[in-house]
């Protein structure tokens, strides 16, 4: 018997779920499908706490996941655990003001060590608040047991309980989501580029195997490691699996207001950009885009879905300034799963200008609702979006400007419009080929290794 133990240390702390933090939940709840699992295999979920790893019977529920139903009942317990949350809340509230966010972004650009410095002592803080649910003993690894470390666990302090797995016994595989820290520096903070750096250092030298979310992201990560630490980087088996993507057609019930105009008002082609805002998904190169449009008199709207993020001051007033905001140029931050699901049904096609990307789940998830795709010229898109999407160069913003022009002209190419049996990997089935690949990597590496003892 094979057991696969997911670190989530992470996930089981957070209250609202992002990027990789939903990627663990997804794969820890298909693999409670027996049907997902290799034969002889146990998945168990466990999580970072003083300084060794612990199982838990399962991960939390989060706020997007929790029944909205409202009766006399659950008035009462939310009444109780409101006086009882009180406290928590008000220094929440407090670290969402925006005098706070003034403070933190103040150190941040002027102390970036104190900043990295504080990071680190709040998250050991919350991880070791978050876990006390869990079982008060420490897991012991055995030889043949898989510690997969898949959550987001470069701000965490693993590296003395993945060396005592390792040293039991266990084959340590890590996953890997993107590289961009160290590849394209200037879209991340310093102290996150300096923390990436110093997370693959150790990693190199702990893990037996990466298992990426893409094929570029594995030969990126793989061709770092041999430029850091070739020695240590020859031993590593390197793999890929693609995410899967459960997102559907929502039913479509409250959707705003001034959301339905955006994308319905006077039949003009309104276009779709779903991310955060931040640097590398090219914001700036589409709103260029648009505005040449715009001076050309075409009768365009684009709609920019996504919470604002960092190093975006500038586009932000650019944005929030703009002569057309409102009019033919709409922001959202807020969005429902219903009305994200309405946007993918009623836009005339997503724009996913990114400059680099370990995935790039919004195009699967316009695709799934049969919304054609427009994309930047990257290897991973390539990779995730074959011939059906439509790509343009991000050297000149003009590539973009005449495929639009196209589309107004003579609507979107057949080539580009998406098939009525669309599919991609599910949950269940991302994670099935997830697992086997990594009880194929451990039995590899296992069989190496007995190479060189011999």
């Known amino acids: 018997m094979t057991t696969i133990y997911i670190e989530c240390t992470n996930t089981y702390a957070t209250e609202v779920l992002s990027g990789i933090q939903r990627v663990v939940k997804k794969v820890v709840q298909a693999a409670a499908d027996p049907s997902v699992l290799p034969s002889d295999t146990l998945v168990v979920p466990i999580i970072l706490k003083n ?83 869990a079982d008060s003993s420490a897991l012991h690894f ?23 797995a390792k040293a039991e016994g266990a084959t340590v595989i890590f996953a890997a989501y993107d590289l961009i820290p160290i590849s394209h520096p200037k879209f991340c903070d310093e102290h996150l580029v300096t923390m990436f750096a110093e997370f693959y250092q150790q990693a190199v030298r702990a893990a037996s195997g990466f298992i990426a979310i893409s094929a570029s992201v594995r030969d990126t990560v793989r061709a ?43 039949r003009v082609n309104s276009y779709l950009i779903v991310s955060t805002i931040e640097p590398r998904k090219n914001h700036a190169y589409l709103l260029d885009a648009f505005d040449r449009l715009w ?8 709609v920019i879905v996504g919470r604002v993020g960092w190093k975006v001051d500038t586009l932000m007033q650019r944005l929030l300034t703009h002569p057309q905001l409102n009019h033919q140029l709409f922001l959202f931050h807020d ?6 699901s309405y946007c993918y049904t009623h836009a005339r096609a997503l724009i996913f200008p990114s400059v680099i990307e370990g995935f790039g789940l919004p195009i699967i998830e316009a695709l799934q609702h049969g919304l054609p795709v427009i994309a930047s010229d990257i290897p991973v898109h390539r990779e995730i979006g074959g011939e059906i999407v439509q790509y343009v160069s991000l050297d000149d913003v003009q590539s973009l400007v005449q495929v639009l022009e196209q589309i107004d002209a003579h609507g979107i190419a057949p ?40």
Do not use: C
Request: aromatic share 10%.
């Open 224 to 266: 770092y490691l041999r430029s850091v630490n070739p020695e240590a980087a020859s031993r590593l088996t390197f793999e890929f699996f693609h995410l899967g993507a459960d997102f559907s057609q929502q039913q479509q019930t409250q959707v705003r207001e001034t959301l339905q105009a955006a994308l319905n008002g006077d």
């Open 335 to 340: 969005l429902t799963d219903a009305e994200l």
């Open 51 to 133: 300084n060794r790893f612990q199982v838990i019977d399962a991960l939390p529920d989060h706020h997007y996941e929790k029944a909205q139903v409202v009766n006399a009942q659950t008035m009462w317990v939310k009444g109780q655990q409101a006086i009882k949350n009180a406290p928590r809340l008000l220094i929440k509230r407090l670290m969402q003001s925006a005098r706070f966010e003034d403070v933190k972004n103040n150190i941040r650009a002027h102390f970036p060590q104190l900043f990295a410095w504080l990071k680190r002592q709040y998250v050991n803080f919350k991880f070791y608040v978050q876990s006390t649910k």
């Open 415 to 454: 080539v580009h419009q998406v098939a009525a049996d669309y599919h991609w990997l599910s949950w269940q089935e991302a994670t099935r080929i997830l697992l086997h690949k990594l009880v194929q990597m451990q039995q590899k590496i296992v069989h190496e290794q007995s190479l060189h003892t011999h």
């Open 295 to 302: 001076d050309q008199g075409v009768r365009v709207n684009l």
């Open 142 to 164: 055995k030889q043949g047991d898989i510690l997969f470390m898949l959550d987001s666990s470069w701000h965490v302090p693993i590296w003395d309980a993945v060396n005592a």
